[in-house]
């Protein structure tokens, strides 16, 4: 082979050989599209996924609504018997003295409950229980219906006792509902644990925690007809 046709033939091969890169660079383009492809689906499908998993957040915060009430609730916090105002120390006494009288051969679990009416008197109550569980009567609805009955119909505070190792104890669903009825602002009420011992006359010591909630922050969204 001549020498001409030697470079020619190498010329040739050259050629073929950037070709053949140009083609493989595609081929591998192609390649890593696909795989991008892929790759996009299996991100949108996961998308997908946590979109159906998670809450949506749509709409507007309940604050912003007019056709909820928004009632000034009082302040609700704890503070130490002792440091309590004498409005709040005497319910709880009386509630501490009503839950000496709680019958609740059933549950054992004893609950005193006491009742300031507008007109300033306290009435004070402690559950009833009975053999067939559905006629029992809370603490609070106790005291309350004692007052209603002998013509108080607005109160102005509560408080409640019972010894839960748990912590406070405060009034179920039905209770909340019933004293909300009777309350025409919010009202505070007081919450405290039985001292455990079984003395004759229990009392709180200074230091025993109290809980000062309401009945707006206990029952916020309470069944209407207004
Ligand atoms: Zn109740």
Redo the contacts with the bound molecule.
């Keep these: 082979m001549s020498k001409n046709k030697m470079s020619q033939k190498r010329k040739e091969l050259k050629k073929c050989m950037k070709r053949l890169d140009a083609l493989q660079n595609e081929l591998a383009k192609r390649k890593t599209y696909k795989r991008l492809k892929c790759y996009m689906e299996q991100l949108k499908e996961l998308q997908n996924e946590v979109d159906r998993r998670q809450p949506r957040q749509i709409g507007y915060p309940v604050s912003g609504s007019l056709k909820i009430p928004h009632p000034v609730k009082l302040h609700e916090y704890t503070i130490c018997f002792g440091q309590l105002d004498n409005c709040g120390r005497e319910l709880l006494e009386d509630a501490l003295n009503a839950r000496c009288y709680a019958y609740a051969p059933y549950s054992n679990f004893k609950v005193g409950a006491a009742f300031r009416s507008k007109g300033g008197k306290v009435f004070t109550g402690c559950n009833v229980e009975n053999v067939a569980f559905t006629p029992c009567c809370?603490?609070?609805?106790t005291a309350l219906v004692k007052g209603i009955s002998e013509g108080c119909k607005t109160f102005n505070a509560g408080a409640v006792v019972a010894y839960h190792p748990a912590g406070y104890t405060t009034?179920?669903?039905?209770?909340r509902q019933?004293i909300h009825e009777f309350a025409k602002m919010d009202i505070p009420i007081y919450i405290a644990q039985a001292p455990e011992s079984s003395a004759k006359v229990p009392a709180f010591e200074d230091d025993e925690e109290v809980l000062v909630t309401s009945i707006y922050h206990l029952l916020p969204h309470c069944f209407s007809k207004y």
Aim: charged fraction near 20%.
């Design positions: 809370c603490a609070e609805r009034p179920c669903g039905v209770c019933f």
